[in-house]
């Protein structure tokens, strides 16, 4: 979006948009998967899909997975 609006390149969005997809869309089926083969929980679970809609809120989830492996 930078790209777009500050610099004026529509190229950018056409490139990075797609890639950006199809990370959100594996980021989805991992945790899914997650749950069942971790198992990380299905609120877990369900917190990382939330998180990655959320600015920043993928590191909240980090912060989150490193206590459980303290634990």
């Not at 529509?10 to 945790?31: D, N, Q, R, S, T």
């Not at 899914?32 to 959320?54: D, H, N, Q, S, Y």
């Amino acid at each position: 979006m930078p790209l777009k609006y500050m610099g004026g390149n529509e190229i950018g969005v056409k490139i990075m948009g797609p890639i950006h997809g199809f990370l959100f869309i594996a980021l989805v089926v991992v945790a899914a998967m997650a749950v069942e083969r971790v198992p990380i929980g299905k609120k877990l679970g369900f917190a990382t899909i939330v998180a990655a809609v959320v600015p920043f809120g993928p590191f909240v989830i980090d912060h989150w997975l490193k206590k459980l492996d303290k634990d």
